[in-house]
């Protein structure tokens, strides 16, 4: 395991780079009670890697699959709302390493899309800490080399797309770590000083699909309507013929 950081890395996070684990997610949360500060695990390969909603999560070598662990006194609420700041600093990252930013978008609640397909994922779980404190973990995934074909994911989804096929850019899953720890160091600073004003608008500029018909499916419902905002709460809000709705939580189609 490799845990020196180097020279670009934000001060105050550890950083971990291991060959194999089951899930950076599953070694985050073991580790989450010894760690020192917030800290970056990033595991070349994992064996079993998971999406949002419990899915397996495949993933060739060569991609990218890193947790942060950090414990926040937020509550639960405003921890959430750490997929925005995730989702902008992948955004910036992904500008970083290709020199674009035409190709990317961000998909609510928390896909990163090249091209309109999907090439990125976070997945935010949490725990109780000691001192009424949140232990949040933000799990990220990037098809920097290869992504799952198109009979691997739901049906209706976005199709999966991968750094290389689509820009001809390739990365390192430690190069692009580096890149993520700093944006979301930035990012995680201006939600701390000005909360959640300014992420909201920035994620907005770079939204995928807003004013356009979508739908939105959570377990046995789906709705159909314009995708009008995000809200202060990280809601999606959806104009539908029986009126404007508030989302918390789903999937949503184009």
Known sequence: MSTNPTANWPHGYGRQVLATCDSTLSEAARQASGLAGPTWILSHMQTAGRGRR??????????????????LPDPPETVALRSFVTALALYDALVAATGRTAPFALKWPNDVLLNGGKLAGILLESAAAQGGDVQLFIGVGVNLVGAPGKDEVEEGAVPPVDLVSETGVRVTPEEFLDLLAA????????????????????????????????????????WHGTFETVDERGNLILVTAAGRMAIPAADVFF
């Not at 991609?63 to 414990?71: D, S």
């Not at 201006?190 to 377990?219: C, D, N, S, V």
């Open 183 to 222: 944006a979301f160091n930035k990012y995680e600073q201006q939600f701390q000083t000005y909360g959640f004003a300014p992420i909201r608008e920035a994620w907005l500029a770079r939204a995928a699909r807003l004013g356009e018909t979508i739908r939105a499916r959570t377990g046995n419902q789906e």
């Open 54 to 71: 419990g899915r397996a999560w495949a993933m060739p070598m060569g991609n990218f699959a890193a947790t942060l662990a950090v414990r």
